[in-house]
């Protein structure tokens, strides 16, 4: 059974940072593109930050490139999310996502209907 875990959600300032971390069991995760999605209430899920199975390929949104990293640890099964110079309009329930894209070639993976599979998510709060 797959289970994806997010953690490191919060309130915080604009201008703060928060780390979000996503912890994968039930799956071979050095096969996975990993990926960050954020739905804020009204709105529909939305891509934010992409890794490949060996972490060498990264894609972010636009409103993220500069503020955000995501990064990976094959050996912990986890996938990080650095978010820095946080603004009100990120907030949203941020939302961790697995895809298998075997580890012969690399590819990401940056729109929801590709990921096989979905965490609980976590409530990040930016204020004003």
């Known amino acids: 059974q797959v289970r994806l875990v997010e953690s490191g959600g919060g309130l915080v300032q604009a201008g703060g940072s928060l780390r979000l971390s996503c912890a994968a069991s039930?799956?071979?995760?050095?096969?996975?593109?990993m990926g960050w999605f954020r739905q804020a209430p009204g709105n529909e899920r939305e891509f934010v930050a992409a890794i490949s199975w060996n972490g060498d390929v990264t894609h972010y949104d636009d409103s993220v490139k500069g503020r955000f990293t995501i990064s990976r640890d094959n050996g912990k099964n986890t996938v990080s999310l650095q978010m820095n110079w946080l603004e009100p309009e990120n907030t949203a329930v941020y939302y961790c996502?697995?895809?298998?894209?075997?580890?012969?070639?690399?590819?990401?993976?940056?729109?929801?209907?590709?990921?096989?599979?979905w965490g609980q998510g976590t409530q990040v709060t930016v204020a004003s």
């Open positions: 039930g799956l071979t995760f050095s096969n996975y593109c």
């Open positions: 996502g697995a895809v298998d894209t075997g580890s012969s070639i690399v590819v990401i993976a940056t729109t929801s209907d590709e990921y096989e599979y």
